[in-house]
């Protein structure tokens, strides 16, 4: 009888809102219990976290195609400010940067070029090791809220 309940619960259930979001030439749509921030003016800031996921996926227009001093591409907490004590790896074609970081969720990260716009994927140090497969549950994570 438990089984039934729970599946009848769970028709009952009302569904999770989602918003849209334009970035660049595509469109997603978004639980948003996933989204932490969206901002259009004065520039567009999207901030999604993904459930059950080490990263955060992070759109900023302000940094879009910039680089810094050094050519590595501006990452919004990382190196977006002057003076940042910012370590730089390198993994075949990975680019990732470091800063400390209060947020648990960030402290390094890689841009992750989706057509036209370019995301960041905030991650913690502590899962530096794993940045490849990072990288493509991130592309996933996307993919998934690609419409």
């Not at 660049?24 to 996933?34: C, D, F, I, K």
């Not at 400010?81 to 209060?102: E, F, M, P, Q």
């Not at 989706?114 to 794993?130: H, K, M, N, R, T």
């Amino acid at each position: 009888m438990a089984p039934v309940l729970m599946l009848a619960l769970a028709a009952c259930a009302e569904p999770a809102r989602e918003s849209l979001l334009r970035i660049g030439s595509a469109t997603y749509r978004v639980p948003e219990s996933h989204i932490q921030s969206v901002n259009a003016e004065p520039h567009q800031f999207v901030r999604i976290s993904p459930p059950d996921e080490p990263f955060d996926l992070v759109y900023d227009s302000r940094t879009k195609l910039q680089r810094d001093d050094r050519g590595w591409p501006v990452i919004f907490s990382i190196n977006d400010r002057t003076g940042s004590n910012v370590s730089r790896y390198t993994a075949h074609d990975l680019k990732i940067l470091c800063l400390r970081a209060v947020n648990p969720r960030g402290g390094c990260a890689m841009v992750l070029r989706v057509g036209d716009a370019e995301w960041s994927v905030l991650f913690p140090e502590s899962q530096l090791q794993s940045a490849r497969l990072i990288r493509q549950d991130a592309i996933d994570a996307l993919d998934g809220y690609s419409i």
